[in-house]
């Protein structure tokens, strides 16, 4: 005796719980993702041993632990920096010199940089 067993169709495999894990995936990366516009400072390093001649001339700016500066061993406030700067920027050889003191970090001297990227004068040099 054959016993006839009843054919089941086979489920075709459905996509919709694929398409929503996608969308889901693409949500999230989109919400942590963050769209900011990275700039560039240009900086010019110093060589060891060749203080002297390429000195002359130059605003020095130190910054301290903290965010504090001096421009030209004057201490001077962050908001008050850019016009300081401004009052060397006619001299034919203006070019500052940036040197972090101590134990500064380095999201001090960035934010010193990009108030100094506001000033006239685009001839930054990085001492040790």
């Known amino acids: 005796m054959q ?28 919400l942590a993702s963050t769209f900011m516009k990275y700039t560039r400072i240009d900086i010019t390093g110093s060589t060891p041993g060749r203080a002297g001649h390429g000195v002359q001339g130059a605003i020095y700016l130190r910054i301290h632990e903290g965010g504090h500066v001096d421009l030209n061993a004057k201490p001077l406030e962050l908001s008050a920096l850019v016009a300081a700067i401004d009052a060397y920027a006619d001299r034919p050889d203006a070019r500052i010199i940036v040197r972090p003191m101590g134990n500064t970090s380095v999201q001090d001297v960035v934010r010193v940089l990009d108030v100094v990227r506001r000033s006239k004068i685009r001839r930054l040099i990085m001492a040790q």
């Open 3 to 30: 016993v006839d067993t009843p054919i089941t169709p086979r489920r075709r495999m459905s996509m919709t719980p694929l398409i929503d894990v996608v969308f889901l995936l693409l949500i999230f990366f989109m």
